[in-house]
């Protein structure tokens, strides 16, 4: 037990290097002990490329015959963009897999494990670890269970909950560290999303900038190696421009509206129309289709920034997740703009409340990660 839970630990901290650059794959990591010393190590890296075991077990090499595997997640039992790990397994010579969480999908779950006692393999799998397995794999789980991306609404603000002046002026609220480190969650996000608002406000790029990162992940992964998310943007009443920076710098960009125009825009930019819906008296875009239609479009995770209206009806409708709020040691006075906008909260029984899941210290303002108590 004491082997296996430390074995399992190893692999997920393999998985865990993959979270730029697996999607829309989950992250997998796998380890290959033989005589209680491990052989071979490999985790997941990128999608249709080699999965965790096959790295692994080419490390190992001939000393796979006889050798435990521990894997993350249960190995694959079909033909997709690779062969099934299954196969690579059995004709490797292992004896025995321990596996963290079972595949998620319905038609996969325990098939992998099922092929592997068949062939003489011992497997087990009772849940160790099975909350660190699911923790580094939420937005996977969640869209092949539900069909919706797990959605991390960023905010910051003061001690007060304000995140501007009334002039409009908030550069900067929080520290340079505290936006270096909102560039590793947008690099493990499948998709940026924000609104007309923020890019008339700000004109962001609403990109991954390599050069915030720690020098760990830079040694990891090389400049050119990272991938840029779908930048999304809510843009109902067609007001985002070709000229915005946003638009200009290089990736692909989704406007959603309610219906198109016919300006002169570039490849990279797809308008997507969707219906509307009402809330608190005004039109808006359905968001609950736009993240079933993400999810279509194989988006695990999705990450928020914008302002006060939208973060508010985003908390308002149970689409939030997670919220990252970075928190700065310092009052903006009663004038300033709110954290965000929450018209529906009448009374006690209306608030929203969230469980704490981590706090941290990043330079010298507060990370907060927390989940609403009704997930």
């Not at 290959?32 to 965790?52: C, D, L």
């Not at 096959?54 to 997709?80: D, F, M, Q, W």
């Not at 040691?329 to 909260?345: E, H, M, T, W």
Request: aromatic residues 6%; charged residues 25%.
């Amino acid at each position: 037990m004491l082997h296996d839970k430390k074995y399992l630990k190893r692999a997920l901290q393999l998985a865990w290097k993959g979270r730029f650059t697996t999607m829309p794959n989950p992250n997998v990591g796998c380890v290959i002990v033989h005589n209680n010393k491990i052989v071979g190590e490999g985790y997941h890296i990128r999608t249709g490329e080699a999965h965790a075991e096959i790295h692994a077990l080419r490390v190992a090499g001939n000393l796979s015959k006889g050798a435990t595997a521990y894997i993350t997640l249960e190995p694959c039992s079909h033909y997709g963009r690779t062969p099934p790990c299954t196969s690579a397994l059995i004709n490797a010579g292992i004896k025995r897999v321990v596996v963290a969480m079972l595949d998620p999908h319905f038609y996969a779950r325990g098939r992998g494990l099922r092929l592997l006692k068949q062939a003489g393999i011992e497997v087990r799998h009772n849940s160790l670890m099975l909350s660190e397995a699911e923790s580094i794999n939420r937005g996977f789980i969640k869209r092949i269970r539900t069909g919706l991306p797990w959605v991390k609404l960023k905010l910051a603000a003061s001690l007060d909950g304000r995140t501007a002046m009334s002039s409009g002026e908030s550069k900067w609220i929080t520290s340079v560290q505290a936006r270096q480190d909102v560039q590793h969650f947008r690099a493990e996000s499948d998709v940026i999303l924000s609104t007309a608002n923020t890019v008339l406000a700000d004109n962001p790029k609403l990109n991954v900038r390599w050069s915030c990162f720690s020098d760990e992940i830079k040694y990891i992964y090389a400049n050119n190696k990272i991938r840029q998310p779908l930048r999304v943007i809510i843009d109902s009443t067609n007001r985002v421009l070709p000229t915005h920076r946003v638009i200009r710098y290089e990736g692909k960009i989704l406007l959603v509206r309610l219906k198109k125009d016919h300006r002169n825009w570039p490849p990279t930019v797809e308008q997507l129309l969707l219906p509307s819906i009402n809330y608190c008296g005004r039109r808006r875009v359905n968001l609950r289709e736009l993240m079933q239609y993400l999810a279509y479009r194989e988006i695990n995770n999705v990450w928020v920034e914008a302002g006060a209206t939208f973060s508010g009806i985003l908390l308002d409708i149970g689409l939030v997740d997670e919220l990252i709020l970075y928190q700065a040691i310092k009052f903006l006075g009663s004038d300033a703009r709110p954290l965000c906008l929450l018209p529906n909260i009448k009374c006690l029984n209306d608030i929203k409340s969230f469980d704490l899941i981590d706090i941290k210290n990043i330079g010298p303002d507060i990370r907060l990660r927390l989940i609403p108590k009704n997930i």
